[in-house]
């Protein structure tokens, strides 16, 4: 039998043939590496690989390798979109694993795959870190803190530290608690607290992350602020108020008396903001303060209080003795000066001075005994206002029959005018009682500036001068303004 020949073209186009790559090896060339993105702890027992999508691919094959191994399947995932996978696949917490991913294609039964990282990620399991839920303070004022458990966790341990210091184990805890009283903490300090969970694995101890910054627990008080003192309508008891403090168990309220210290006068607890104080007709004003305090079975600590405090004037005082202990002179009253004492001393120290104000003198007595208020104080208060009735260096004139400066509160201002002296005399009586107390006017009012004055902030003539008046009010503010008509009054009566 004759072999038939063989063209030299033939073989040649059998050898091209021969040598092309297949379908499968031209996919293959096309499938690029994949790029790995990360590989983290997704628990205790969890790691959690992603990978840029590659192009072409049906799917991807994750390998895994401890270190002095080699590369073993995790897992094949079919689709050109699974880039990412968690493996729970026997993965132990602390053990050091490395991961890397191939991308395949098949084509007429055959898997084509891409290359590979060699080097791969690298990444360990760790316990989740225990997140902290809060920071109260218990009845005994101890600071309890508590967690969000963590799985996998064979016990907790919490830390503590202060300001400036470093973490120490304060606690070590089985893995059921998820909350941790202190009651090594001392009221007045700061603490940090934070919290680890743990586990033991072929007997090794592993810990899981913490927050470093921990969370912050402040055993010291903030000052309360003083509300009010008010001196009840129709009784003798007074009110006193103030805001309430975070984390105090309890207040100690103080009273002082003019030129006094603060004592205290009652110890309350931790939800009481007000108290009734009783009038003991001691005094022409209480002021009050507050400081509230954390007490554990270790420690107290106390917060500040505004020493300034808050003031309540008290009903006039009527004793002489405890007027005079005080230095004080009550507006209220009737006078203790004649008319003919307060003539003699004006022709005294202003022989010049006009009939008319001689003549008008005895308005200060009726107008004063008509409003309870002492006349005779008010003349002085007039002098000391008109230069003695010189009107020399004073905003008012005598035209005016303004004999006290009403309206003049800036300097070149006229202040206001009254149609005869008695009117005028009586709108400074008014105002006077204005300052005095709350008591109804006998007459219509005339005084102008009569709803500007706070009633009953100045019940004493030492009181009308603003830098003496203890509420920060007053007629005048040049300092000792009471003081100065009282000298006037002095006078009066030594002549």
């Given at each position: 039998m004759?072999l038939?020949?063989?063209s030299?073209f033939?073989l040649?186009?059998l050898?091209?043939?021969?040598?092309?790559p297949s379908?499968s090896?031209?996919a293959?060339?096309?499938?690029?590496?994949?790029?790995l993105k990360s590989a983290?702890?997704?628990?205790?027992?969890k790691i959690t690989?992603?990978?840029?999508?590659v192009?072409?691919?049906?799917?991807?094959?994750?390998y895994?390798?401890v270190p002095?191994g080699?590369w073993?399947n995790?897992?094949t995932?079919s689709?050109?979109?699974?880039?990412?996978?968690?493996?729970?696949r026997?993965v132990?917490?602390?053990q050091t694993?490395?991961?890397?991913v191939?991308?395949?294609i098949?084509?007429n039964?055959?898997i084509?795959?891409?290359?590979?990282?060699?080097?791969?990620?690298?990444a360990?399991?760790?316990?989740?870190?225990p997140?902290?839920?809060?920071?109260?303070l218990n009845q005994?004022c101890?600071?309890?803190?508590s967690w969000?458990?963590?799985?996998g966790?064979?016990g907790?341990?919490?830390?503590?530290?202060?300001?400036?210091?470093?973490?120490?184990i304060?606690?070590?805890?089985?893995?059921?608690?998820?909350?941790y009283?202190?009651t090594s903490?001392?009221?007045g300090?700061k603490?940090q607290y934070?919290v680890?969970?743990y586990l033991?694995?072929?007997?090794?101890?592993?810990f899981?992350p913490?927050d470093s910054s921990g969370?912050?627990?402040?055993?010291?008080?903030k000052?309360?602020?003083l509300r009010?003192?008010?001196?009840n309508?129709?009784?003798?008891?007074?009110t006193?108020s103030?805001?309430?403090?975070?984390?105090?168990?309890g207040?100690?309220l103080?009273?002082?008396?003019?030129?006094?210290?603060?004592l205290?006068?009652?110890?309350?607890g931790?939800?009481?903001t007000?108290y009734?104080?009783?009038n003991?007709?001691d005094?022409p004003?209480y002021?009050?303060?507050?400081k509230?305090y954390?007490?554990n079975p270790?420690?107290v600590?106390?917060?500040?209080c505004?020493?300034?405090?808050?003031?309540?004037?008290l009903p006039t005082l009527?004793?002489?003795?405890?007027?005079?202990?005080?230095g004080?002179t009550?507006?209220e009253?009737?006078?203790?000066?004649?008319v003919a004492q307060?003539?003699?001393?004006?022709?005294?120290v202003?022989?010049?001075v006009a009939?008319s104000v001689?003549?008008m003198?005895p308005y200060y007595i009726?107008?004063?005994?008509?409003?309870g208020?002492?006349?005779?104080?008010a003349f002085?208060?007039?002098?000391l206002?008109t230069g003695?009735f010189t009107?020399v260096?004073?905003a008012?004139?005598l035209d005016q029959?303004?004999?006290?400066?009403?309206g003049?509160?800036s300097?070149?201002?006229?202040?206001?005018?009254f149609?005869t002296p008695?009117?005028?005399?009586r709108a400074q009586?008014q105002?006077?009682k204005a300052?005095?107390?709350?008591?109804?006017l006998t007459?219509a009012q005339i005084d102008?500036?009569f709803?500007?004055?706070?009633r009953?902030?100045a019940?004493?003539l030492?009181w009308l001068?603003?830098?003496e008046n203890?509420?920060?009010?007053?007629?005048?503010?040049?300092a000792?303004?009471g003081d100065h008509?009282?000298r006037?009054?002095?006078?009066?009566?030594?002549?």
């Amino acid at each position: 039998m004759k072999l038939k020949k063989v063209s030299f073209f033939s073989l040649l186009l059998l050898m091209v043939l021969l040598f092309v790559p297949s379908a499968s090896t031209n996919a293959a060339a096309k499938l690029s590496t994949p790029v790995l993105k990360s590989a983290t702890s997704s628990g205790y027992n969890k790691i959690t690989v992603s990978w840029s999508r590659v192009d072409g691919a049906q799917g991807y094959r994750l390998y895994r390798k401890v270190p002095g191994g080699g590369w073993i399947n995790v897992k094949t995932l079919s689709g050109v979109n699974s880039t990412t996978h968690t493996d729970e696949r026997n993965v132990q917490t602390g053990q050091t694993y490395y991961y890397t991913v191939r991308a395949y294609i098949k084509t007429n039964g055959v898997i084509t795959w891409s290359g590979y990282n060699t080097k791969g990620l690298t990444a360990s399991a760790e316990m989740d870190t225990p997140t902290i839920l809060s920071t109260d303070l218990n009845q005994s004022c101890y600071p309890v803190i508590s967690w969000k458990q963590v799985e996998g966790a064979q016990g907790y341990r919490v830390y503590r530290r202060m300001p400036g210091e470093t973490w120490g184990i304060l606690k070590t805890l089985s893995p059921s608690v998820s909350s941790y009283t202190d009651t090594s903490a001392v009221a007045g300090k700061k603490y940090q607290y934070t919290v680890r969970a743990y586990l033991r694995q072929s007997g090794v101890l592993y810990f899981s992350p913490m927050d470093s910054s921990g969370v912050k627990v402040d055993l010291n008080l903030k000052t309360p602020s003083l509300r009010s003192a008010v001196m009840n309508t129709g009784t003798n008891k007074i009110t006193v108020s103030w805001n309430s403090v975070a984390d105090a168990t309890g207040y100690c309220l103080y009273r002082k008396v003019p030129g006094g210290i603060y004592l205290r006068i009652a110890n309350l607890g931790p939800n009481v903001t007000s108290y009734q104080d009783r009038n003991a007709s001691d005094a022409p004003y209480y002021t009050y303060t507050v400081k509230a305090y954390m007490g554990n079975p270790g420690a107290v600590s106390w917060s500040g209080c505004v020493n300034k405090g808050v003031t309540v004037i008290l009903p006039t005082l009527t004793n002489q003795s405890v007027l005079d202990r005080y230095g004080l002179t009550s507006i209220e009253g009737k006078s203790q000066l004649t008319v003919a004492q307060m003539r003699a001393y004006i022709k005294s120290v202003n022989p010049d001075v006009a009939d008319s104000v001689l003549d008008m003198i005895p308005y200060y007595i009726s107008e004063g005994n008509a409003e309870g208020i002492r006349g005779d104080l008010a003349f002085c208060q007039s002098c000391l206002e008109t230069g003695n009735f010189t009107f020399v260096g004073s905003a008012v004139t005598l035209d005016q029959n303004n004999f006290c400066g009403l309206g003049v509160t800036s300097n070149g201002m006229k202040g206001n005018s009254f149609a005869t002296p008695q009117l005028g005399i009586r709108a400074q009586i008014q105002h006077l009682k204005a300052y005095a107390n709350t008591d109804p006017l006998t007459y219509a009012q005339i005084d102008p500036r009569f709803h500007y004055v706070t009633r009953g902030c100045a019940p004493y003539l030492q009181w009308l001068g603003i830098q003496e008046n203890p509420l920060g009010y007053g007629w005048a503010g040049g300092a000792d303004y009471g003081d100065h008509i009282m000298r006037i009054y002095n006078s009066i009566r030594q002549m």
